[in-house]
């Protein structure tokens, strides 16, 4: 049970896993429980002065350490004063050079993986970005009323959480606020409330320490309301050109998109969607105010209106979980209901869905979640947000496509005095510019939240479009470079795993420069009407087939949608011979998941970056620099769907549990032996886990690709290219493992049976032990162009007379 009293802070710097050994050989009772340390970690690595040279080693120099927050209750007043006591004598012996007191090494290794160990505090409770967010709030209405969260400490036992109600409402009555919502969701250990308070009560709080509601012991966080508040884009004078009539729609509906209300009647759309409504009706939007969710649905369905694309065949659900105001523009989660609420509500619909009465979300796999907490960027733990849609993702098998966040803040260009010299610059001159200080100010331009779900598939937007238009006056930032466009929020996530995972189209934006006060200029993006992708919209005048322009990771994620819908057609024809569709499978979502990702790649813009960020002499942290620009790279779904002479992609899918190690045998064709022309094997691993939202790693169970004999380094005659692609210590960190392999010398760990690779796991925490996670494997195998070889062909054969030896040797399937 939580004791706040009781609680301990511990930031941590460096490697969570080290930290994670030194506290369990102390045999600590942690609150936030036990967790099952890396087993490439040993005892004899945690010297103390060793862990002090690894710490210097990761941080940035042009940064403060970083530290995730850690808590722990210990079990009595004198235990914590006395280990308070043990942090403080550490610190003053280290200042001398001295060494661990005899007996006490084990708990100074401990110590040396802090920044800083303190009692729970008021400090911990407020949520970093609050005080500006309740400036923000008043800056125009001095006098308003603000909405804040307050998240409790959750109890499992139902009287404490009730009384800790009880004790907010009874403040909330003394200094004249209100609680306007009240969520409970026990299966991700949440009890939060939604507020209002008088202005100069919520001034007060953020100002002052003592003041009564900052101090609620059984409050763990005080935050900005979570809300989307999406940006109105510019409507055009343009109609839609004519897409024919709606086709007949064949298989079943497997998307579902959380967002606005949509005009469901605009030619775009009409036939084409299922509205489902929940918390939001259709007379709480007005048609005007139905951006958002008609953009989504338009791109989901066709793509980017600009080009002429086969719409989807198959039907797209949506709920609505925006309002609108008659008097603007802009839509927002509803006001006075706790946003992680609506969402829940709005999944519970679709896994509770009735097949009779709602057969359009029977078979939902694909969640698209174009929506991100305006006031909260992603920052040490999980929100609940996350939480809630990892938790909905492993236990009810859905894939959820989440946009990254934009970020529209202003940052510094020190290499120019001013804007007009920026403008006047040339263009190749502004890019490589602009790619650098996005780089140095990507600690300001996180990803928002919930975009650092770990199962979930983050997409960041790329600066293209369809637009047959330039700029016009406008400044393009990258003219030469398909770079993330200058709004995508960059990585990365939970303890450093690869967020975003990939980069599709979002659209241009231009680059405006402004002078700052004492010289220097800044930038950011700035919305263009003649650039951005063409999308359904709403009408003043209710003109059925009227169309805007709009740019943003949104668009990328619902694009992103799009293929994996699209890849379900594919996935269909090849499980068409099992006897239960894929759709029923426990590993549907990861299947998607593995494919989406499997054609990404950094491509040339990954060689520009490499260049871009050479003052980085450690090649490990320039990698990591370009996939929190990228991720794994832009998709390109074309290499799964389609097969080729000198190409097959095989996919394999299963459940695993914690120490078990599937092996799996590929047939490597002879044309791949037995000449020396340039071949590459490409590795994608997707899996969902179980979350811990109350541990260390969060992440339930992890996941390894290995060979044969349980190694990393896989065959002779092929290795992994550092240079094109994340490190693969960033890759492991998440659930999605994407690794390319690549050589021209004979493989010689193959023979007549083929070569072997594995699929380890490893629970986090011993209560999942015998927890089984499902995974999907896609592994595309691939020969020069110049060499016709009929690839495809000879592992079919292959895979076919080996199909009977799935339960023992695990073969894949073509795709």
């Known amino acids: 049970m939580v004791v706040p009293e009781r609680a301990l802070v511990f930031e941590v710097s460096g490697s969570i896993e080290r930290f994670d050994v030194a506290v369990q050989a102390l045999g600590f009772n942690w609150l936030i429980e036990e967790e099952l340390p890396d087993a490439s970690v040993t005892e004899a690595e945690l010297d103390g002065e060793q862990l002090m040279e690894d710490l210097a080693d990761v941080t940035d120099e042009s940064a403060a350490p970083k530290a995730q927050v850690m808590y722990m209750t210990m079990p009595t007043q004198e235990s914590l004063s006395k280990l308070l006591a043990q942090w403080k004598a550490f610190k003053k012996e280290k200042l001398l050079g001295g060494k661990a007191p005899r007996g006490l090494a084990p708990l100074w290794n401990m110590f040396s993986c802090l920044l800083d160990l303190r009692t729970w505090s008021v400090r911990d409770r407020m949520d970093p970005s609050i005080a500006r967010y309740v400036k923000a709030m008043l800056e125009e209405e001095p006098d308003r009323e603000v909405l804040i969260e307050f998240n409790f400490w959750y109890r499992k036992d139902e009287r404490q959480r009730d009384r800790a109600v009880a004790t907010l409402d009874a403040l909330l009555e003394q200094t004249g606020g209100a609680r306007v919502d009240f969520v409970e969701i026990h299966e991700i250990g949440y009890q939060g409330a939604l507020v209002r308070l008088p202005a100069a009560v919520a001034l007060d709080m953020v100002q ?95 793509g980017d209106l600009h080009k002429d694309q086969p719409a989807l065949t198959r039907k797209v659900a949506l709920i609505p979980v925006l309002t609108g105001d008659p008097q603007s523009p802009q839509e927002s989660t509803p006001r006075n209901k706790l946003a992680i609420g609506v969402i829940h509500r709005a999944l519970q619909a679709i896994v509770n869905a009735d097949p009779q009465a709602q057969p359009d979300l029977r078979h939902v796999t694909i969640v698209n979640h174009s929506l991100g ?24 098998r859905l894939l959820f496509v989440i946009s990254a966040g934009n970020i529209f803040s202003a940052f510094p260009l020190n290499q120019y005095n001013d804007a007009a010299e920026f403008e006047a610059a040339e263009a190749a001159e502004r890019e490589a510019v602009i790619i650098t200080s996005l780089e140095a100010s990507k600690g300001q331009r996180g990803i928002l939240s919930p975009a650092e779900s770990i199962n979930g598939l983050t997409v960041g937007a790329a600066h293209v479009d369809e637009s047959p238009e330039n700029f016009g006056a406008g400044i393009d930032p990258y003219p030469t470079q398909q770079m993330p466009n200058l709004a995508s929020a960059l990585g990365f996530g939970v303890n450093k795993s690869l967020k975003p995972d990939l980069l599709h189209p979002g659209g241009r934006f231009a680059v405006v420069a402004s002078n700052v006060d004492g010289g220097g200029v800044t930038v950011s993006p700035n919305r263009s009407v003649r650039v951005g992708q063409l999308v359904a919209a709403p009408s003043t005048t209710g003109n059925l087939r009227h169309t805007t322009r709009m740019a943003g990771t949104s668009n990328a994620a619902a694009l992103v949608t ?18 239960t569709t894929w759709l029923n499978k426990r590993t549907r979502a990861v299947i998607l998941k593995a494919l989406l990702a499997h054609g990404s790649s950094w491509g040339d813009i990954g060689d520009t970056l490499e260049e871009s960020f050479k003052h980085q002499e450690n090649w490990q942290r320039r990698r990591d620099a370009i996939a929190k620009l990228l991720g794994y790279g832009n998709l390109d779904i074309t290499r799964v769907i389609s097969g080729d002479d000198n190409r097959i992609t095989l996919l394999a899918d299963d459940e695993i549990a914690h120490d078990e190690r599937h092996e799996y045998r590929l047939p490597i064709p002879k044309a791949m032996l037995n000449n020396k022309e340039l071949r590459t094997i490409t590795m994608t ?99 020069a162009q110049s060499v016709r070889t009929g690839l495809y ?13 799935r339960d023992t040797v695990r073969a894949g399937r073509a795709a």
């Not at 509205?275 to 791109?299: C, F, I, N, Q, Y």
């Not at 065959?715 to 493992?737: A, F, H, Y």
């Not at 062909?793 to 030896?805: G, P």
């Open 685 to 783: 691993l997707a899996w969902a886990t179980p979350i811990l939202p109350t541990t260390i790693d969060y992440r339930g169970v992890s996941l390894r690709l290995v060979s044969g004999t349980g190694k990393g380094d896989f065959w002779d005659g092929v290795e992994r290219d550092k240079s094109t692609q994340p490190t693969i210590t960033t890759c492991e960190k998440g659930t999605l493992v994407h690794v390319k392999l690549s050589g021209s010398t004979l493989l010689e760990a193959a023979n007549a049976d083929g070569i072997f690779v594995c699929v380890q796991a490893m629970s986090r925490h011993r209560s999942l032990n015998k927890q089984p996670v499902p995974y999907a494997l896609a592994i595309t195998m691939e020969m």
């Open 793 to 805: 062909q000879e592992v079919q054969q292959a895979i076919a007379a080996r199909a009977q030896q």
């Open 208 to 302: 002052r320490s003592d003041a009564s509601l900052a101090r609620l012991d059984d409050v763990m966080s005080i935050r900005p309301q979570s809300a989307y508040l999406p940006s109105a884009d510019r409507p055009q004078d343009a109609n839609l050109r004519d897409l024919g009539d709606v086709p007949v729609l064949t298989g079943p509906c497997v998307a579902a998109i959380l967002d606005g209300y949509p005009v469901a009647g605009h030619a775009a759309l009409q036939g084409r969607l299922a509205v489902h409504e929940v918390d939001v009706k259709t007379a709480d939007v007005p048609v005007s105010s139905r951006h958002h969710g008609t953009a989504m649905a338009s791109l989901v369905l066709h």
């Open 373 to 396: 907490d305006t006031f909260a960027p992603f920052a040490r733990r999980p929100s609940p947000w996350a939480a809630l849609l990892d938790y909905y993702s492993f236990t009810h």
């Open 562 to 579: 799009r293929a994996g819908v699209q890849l379900a057609d594919a996935v269909d024809l090849a499980y068409a011979g099992d006897a």
